[in-house]
């Protein structure tokens, strides 16, 4: 008899030093927090591994490697996990052990026929086992050849390894689900991201998680310039976010009266940049009121005019917190790669306007001066705004 479980393995977490009990702690706690809809389950930690078993029989997405695939993905999703595996679990001696990487073998070549070569890797932490690592490994892979005609060795690359552990218990595991790395979110502080419906911000959210930033995220609507549509595909992608960097506050503020306001009576050239600095004063507001350290945005130089350098520093200027910007230095197509390999990127090309492209300027300054700016501002009233901002109408959503 064995029983299906999921081995996790840890990674940058396992290099901390004095601190690494308080990373793993929390990235254990991520862990069964983003695994509490799979039923009742044991999460334990043994050295850099975590092991996770259902509590009840029945468990229908332990039932075998297909169905396993949900919760896999999930801990997978969990930032400080490297990779991620199915296995059976079970006592008892080298006939147990060839039964079991046998039966193992059988299903995972169900999922994937088209794999043909494999090599046996074996560890013991039970030293008293009659059988050496070597021997062990050769033995059941000599089982497994008898077993399945179809399969031929190959050491060097091997289409999958068969893992065979000997401790308490006894483990079989092949085949891996890649985890997304980086450190336990809730380690590193909580920031701010400013988040649209494009493509760029949620990969910038992801990749601050990613560094066990918690987030809370700010999006302005500008209703109906910009449809509720828009603001539900932007619920969308904080969602997504959320699978990885776990519980957050949307802030929905009402942008329309400030960007008509804008529209009116600032200069033209300038006002993609007045009204990035508007934002970025009130998404500072709100950073400060709810704990937050730092701003974050999905800018990346020179992608457009409010991304050159010039543009960048007058934005700046107007926020004392720092402004992290992860996709800096990155090119739209890493950056939409990133976005498809977090699950974001159909959601972020629906064609939903957001409010920069409704005032969008024709010829926008890419260059600006400081006496551009004090030009564009000095029919505003900022300081009301912002206030307006933060303070009219704000939606508060938990997602
Ligand atoms: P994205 O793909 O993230 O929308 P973008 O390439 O369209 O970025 P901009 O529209 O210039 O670039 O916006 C730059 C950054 O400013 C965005 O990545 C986002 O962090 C923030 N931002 C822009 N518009 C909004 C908005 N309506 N609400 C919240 N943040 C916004
Ligand atoms: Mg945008």
Request: charged letters at 25%.
């Amino acid at each position: 008899m064995s029983t299906n479980v999921i081995l996790a393995r840890m990674g940058e977490v396992t290099l901390k030093g004095l601190n690494r009990g308080v990373f793993e702690n929390k990235l254990m706690s991520n862990l069964k927090y983003r695994l509490r809809g799979f039923g009742k389950l044991s999460i334990f930690q043994s050295q850099s591994r975590i092991w996770i078993e259902p509590k009840e029989e029945n468990n229908e997405y332990f039932e075998d490697e297909a169905k396993a695939m949900d919760i896999l993905n999930a801990c997978a999703q969990v930032f400080g996990i490297v990779s991620v595996s199915f296995a059976h679990k079970f006592e008892g001696g080298y006939d147990e052990i060839a039964k079991e990487a046998i039966s193992y073998v059988e299903e995972y070549l169900q999922n994937h026929p088209e794999q043909k070569t494999f090599k046996v890797e074996s560890k013991r932490g039970d030293k008293s086992f009659p059988m050496n690592s070597m021997e062990l490994s050769g033995e059941i892979g000599h089982e497994l050849l008898e077993r399945f005609s179809e399969l031929s060795v190959d050491v060097k690359k091997p289409d999958f390894v068969l893992s065979v552990e000997v401790r308490d218990f006894n483990y079989v595991y092949a085949g891996k689900v890649m985890g997304h790395r980086g450190l336990p979110v809730g380690t590193a502080g909580k920031g701010m991201l400013l988040l649209s419906g494009g493509i760029d911000s949620p990969v910038a959210g992801y990749m601050m998680a990613s560094r066990g930033m918690q987030l809370d995220a700010v999006y302005f609507h500008s209703y109906p310039y910009t449809s509720d549509r828009a603001k539900d595909k932007v619920i969308d992608l904080a969602k997504i976010v959320s699978r990885f960097s776990g519980r957050m506050n949307l802030y929905v503020v009402d942008f329309t009266q400030i960007q008509l306001d804008m529209y009116k009576n600032s200069r033209q050239d300038m006002l993609t940049v007045t009204m990035r600095r508007v934002m970025f004063q009130i998404a500072e507001e709100l950073a400060k009121k709810t704990g937050c350290g730092c701003l974050i945005t999905g800018e990346s130089l020179g992608q457009v005019a409010s991304q050159t350098l010039e543009a960048i520093n007058i934005t700046n200027e107007v926020v004392e917190l720092p402004v992290f910007r992860p996709l800096i230095g990155l090119d739209k197509e890493a950056t939409c790669d990133l976005s498809r390999k977090i699950g974001a990127f159909e959601t972020s090309i629906l064609p939903y306007e957001d409010c920069c492209t409704v005032f969008v300027a024709k010829h926008p300054k890419t260059h600006p001066k400081h006496k551009d700016i004090e030009e564009a501002e000095s029919k505003l009233d900022i300081k009301q705004m912002v206030y307006n901002g933060v303070n009219n109408n704000l939606e508060i959503i938990e997602i």
